[in-house]
């Protein structure tokens, strides 16, 4: 038995659960009597909705169709050899749920070992390999191409991409190695760490066949068919490949430094996945691919028995499997149709969500505000948003007329919301203000309609107070941009009756939203986790930290902006609001900076000015600020931050606020951006000790987001 079999039958008895890929091997005769040609197709034996992944043994069936394929090559029987995927699916990387289990270092270097042995054998044949990109390829489905001496590509590939450091590893099967000696360290380190660190963008066919990572694009419909006549006239020596020459002088040295720069800005350190990736990038300059090899291994298992691949992983779960089963949710059974939709308010936030509902439903949208200039301005706002999306070919200009009739606004709310299933508020947050639109609308929609507002922070259950049916009167909380974040916090009032969510809820998987069941407790979860973070921050400011020293102290989060830049993003006037709505609530814990109340005052946007193109505290701000003399260092700042919320988060839950510490997580990641990497906040907690410090225990059990035990 060969050293690689054992390999792969010792981390195969470590993956109980792998979904098993087969390889198939058959023969063909090419076109134009090129020769007898060996076909391998990777196939787990479902359809495109469980695509086809790499595991241990998927590896070891591989190595025996090579094995197969090799002996055939020696032979002189075949005259090449392909790799194709199933319909849709070429090969989506390796299988993750394996790798949670692992628990030493030993069995996690077996496994970046097992996959190099057995894909480089495709590039040590006697005849040429050649790859057939046909549907979605990533991670280690992408490298199984690599390894080959030719590529294809479908033009119909939806998504391609090594999307390794977006979860907290590098691409270990030869990515880092071969990809830039393939196509220049420059578009490497585009694949590699850019893309993966911009909420893993994937590449199209055609962008995949510009980048030079194939040799050639065909058309999806007959995409092996033309790749066999191509595969031919390359073997008859009638095509020519050829390839740029790859720049291995300081180009090579300066797309590594622009990665590290990219990876500073979105991670600031705080993730070693984007830098162990460019080290092994900037060492591949030599060419040497062994030595490469060698260190995709290390690295590899270094990062699997790390926190941030665990709570990578945790994440990538978050929003592929909870999200799509919310806990709570009603039965989907209770649901009623919504075929038409009210929206009271015109604004920026009413528009946006007219302009959703409209998209993902289909349905008539009727926008209501207090005259009309307002309504106008708001439908032609939808209107607009829709010319651009003709434009930019996203519709066409059927599909664009159809919107376009469904969309309509109105002074009278009889009129409009008459026959509406779903009626929708976002005006000013303002309780007396929004009872009172729920009053008006519940006087003239239906018995069974909605009444959906999307306040960020008041009680639910309050505003429904007043009215005869409070009992589907749901909270509908989306986040800005609405067409961007994913995340919606379906709140539950005391009255809220089970069909009334359930609607609500179906009404979210049509919007295609992240949908996560809150109790009706103040600012719910995300604004009142933020504005904990935050007002920590403006005490520690307002005690006499420097504003500089403040901000840095939380980069080693690694969050998307800093504290204050976020608050310039929000809105410093929305953000003094939902802390003084906190306050109220918990007087204890929330304050509201009378620093902050001078800057919204003062009519501020923000802390900053960008005079330079970065960043500065705006000398107005600064001399508005009233500091103690209190000055913290970065450490202490940062322990005193994540203290605050921990405390919230254990409150939270002790509350009931949501079903479990996942939650919560999900919700920072799809409705704030918080780093995948961090799995939300709550590993990231655990893994610093933090939650044993300030609540006596950790958030997840040992081995959720987590180095099993």
């Known amino acids: 038995m060969s050293s690689t079999t054992e390999l792969l039958k010792g981390a195969a008895e470590l993956f109980p659960g792998e979904v098993v890929t087969q390889a198939h091997v058959r023969h063909l005769d090419l076109p134009g009597g090129a020769g007898r040609f060996a076909l391998i197709t990777l196939d787990n034996g479902f359809d495109h909705t469980k695509p086809t992944t790499v595991g241990p043994q998927s590896l070891a069936n591989l190595n025996a169709a090579v094995d197969q394929v ?10 090449g050899v392909g790799v194709t995927g199933k319909p849709f699916i070429f090969a989506v990387g390796a299988d993750l749920k394996g790798v949670e289990l692992l628990k030493d270092h030993k069995d996690a270097l077996a496994i970046g070992k097992g996959g190099h042995d057995v894909f480089r054998r495709l590039s040590g044949l006697a005849v040429p390999t050649f790859a057939y990109y046909n549907g979605a390829a990533m991670g280690g489905g992408v490298e199984i191409g690599l390894h080959c001496s030719y590529r294809t590509v479908s033009s119909a590939l939806p998504a391609f991409s090594l999307p390794e450091v977006f979860l907290g590893l590098v691409p270990g099967w ?5 990809l830039p000696n393939l196509i220049g360290a420059d578009r490497a380190v585009s694949v590699i760490i850019e893309n993966s660190l911009n909420q893993n963008r994937q590449l199209k066919g055609k962008q995949v066949f510009e980048l030079g990572i194939a040799d050639a694009i065909f058309e999806g419909a007959d995409f092996l068919e033309q790749s066999l006549i191509w595969t031919a006239s390359v073997l008859k020596g ?23 720069a990219i990876a500073d800005s979105k991670v600031h350190g705080a993730a070693p996945a984007a830098y162990r ?6 060492a591949a300059k030599s060419g040497d691919l062994g030595a490469g090899f060698d260190a995709e291994d290390q690295a590899l298992a270094d ?6 691949l665990r709570s990578g992983i945790y994440s990538f779960n978050l929003v592929q499997k909870r999200a799509k089963r919310p806990a709570g949710a009603p039965d989907k059974a209770l649901a009623r149709p919504v075929t038409k939709v009210g929206v009271v308010g015109a604004g920026l936030m009413a528009s946006q969500l007219a302009l959703l509902f409209l998209r993902r439903l289909e349905v008539p949208v009727v926008l209501t505000d207090i005259d009309q200039a307002r309504v106008d301005k708001g439908v032609g706002y939808v209107q607009a948003e829709i010319d651009k999306l003709l434009g930019k070919g996203r519709i066409n200009q059927d599909k664009a007329n159809r919107l376009k009739a469904l969309v309509s606004g109105v002074l009278d709310k009889a009129e409009g919301f008459s026959d509406a299933d779903f009626i929708i508020e976002a005006v000013f947050e303002e309780i007396g203000v929004k009872q009172q639109v729920f009053a008006e609308v519940e006087a003239v929609a239906p018995a069974h309609a909605i009444l959906a507002t999307n306040t960020s922070s008041l009680s639910v259950t309050e505003m429904a107070s007043k009215l005869k049916n409070p009992e589907r009167v749901v909270g509908f909380h989306f986040f800005n941009p609405v067409a961007v974040l994913p995340l919606l916090e379906i709140v539950r009032g005391e009255q809220t009756d089970d069909a009334s969510l359930a609607t609500a809820f179906g009404v979210a998987r049509k919007l295609k939203k992240t949908a996560v069941l809150v109790k009706d407790a103040p600012a719910f979860v995300v604004n009142r986790i933020l504005t904990r973070f935050m007002g920590e921050i403006q005490n520690i400011i307002d ?13 080693p989060l690694g969050l998307p902006m800093s504290p204050l830049v976020l608050l310039e993003l929000v809105g410093p006037a929305i953000g003094l609001h939902v802390s003084e709505t906190l306050n109220r609530a918990f007087p204890e814990r929330f304050t509201v900076s009378e620093n902050l109340a001078a800057v919204v005052k003062a009519g501020k946007r923000g802390f900053y000015v960008y005079d330079s193109g970065k960043p500065e505290l705006d000398p107005e701000v600064a001399a508005l600020l009233k500091q103690g003399d209190t000055v913290l260092t970065e450490d202490q700042v940062r322990d005193r931050v994540l203290d605050a919320v921990a405390q919230e988060i254990g ?3 002790a509350e009931g606020v949501v079903a479990e510490a996942q939650d919560i997580d999900l919700c920072l990641i799809t409705g704030a951006g918080w780093p995948f990497h961090l799995g939300g906040i709550t590993p990231y907690l655990d893994r610093e000790g933090v939650s044993e410090r300030v609540n006596g225990k950790r958030f997840l059990e040992q081995g959720v987001a987590s180095v099993p035990a």
Request: hydrophobic share 45%.
């Open 543 to 555: 005690e006499g930290t420097p504003v500089e020293t403040a901000e840095k102290a939380i980069e």
């Open 277 to 282: 990736a460019l080290e092994i990038i900037a």
């Open 303 to 308: 990062l699997i028995m790390g926190g941030e």
């Open 651 to 653: 409150l939270m839950l």
């Open 174 to 178: 030869g990515g880092c190695a071969l």
């Open 238 to 260: 009638e095509i020519a490949v050829e390839r740029p020459e790859v720049d291995r002088g300081d180009a090579w040295d300066q797309a590594v430094a622009r990665g590290r």
């Open 70 to 79: 090799e002996k055939e090559a020696a032979e002189g029987t075949i005259v």
